[in-house]
């Protein structure tokens, strides 16, 4: 099971990315797919989650209004929108998913994969 994330790159403060997660080896379109992020120093954060059937998403306090969530699956794939971006945004993104939202707001997925960088410039 591999699930790719793509997307990332350098950014300026304020601008916008939009990361890509591709997953292989099985499908998950009945299970809960998310970001978590981490930055140099620090620990694995959530960022924002999204249930199977992509009507109920949940985001960490410092992006939301600024990131959107979003799933396509018959892609087998998730995507995070990223407006607004901030210096403190700066991390390397990596996708998760699992069979609840709460495994992977707590930090826990069953699956995540290789991250993306994101650097913001000020």
């Known amino acids: 099971v591999q699930l790719q994330a793509s997307g990332g790159g350098l950014v300026q403060a304020g601008g916008s990315l939009t990361l890509s997660c591709a997953a292989s080896g099985r499908t998950f379109s009945r299970d809960a797919m998310g970001w978590l992020r981490q930055a140099p120093g620090k620990e694995r954060e959530f960022v924002a989650a999204i249930n199977w059937r992509g009507d109920s998403t949940y985001y960490t306090d410092s992006v939301k209004g600024r990131f959107i969530i979003s799933r396509v699956n018959a892609e087998n794939a998730v995507y995070l929108q990223m407006n607004s971006l901030r210096s403190e945004d700066a991390a390397v993104y990596y996708c998760?998913?699992?069979?609840?939202?709460?495994?992977?707001?707590?930090?826990?997925?069953?699956?995540w994969g290789q991250g993306t960088q994101v650097t913001v410039s000020s």
């Open positions: 998760a998913a699992d069979e609840t939202l709460v495994s992977i707001a707590a930090r826990r997925p069953l699956y």
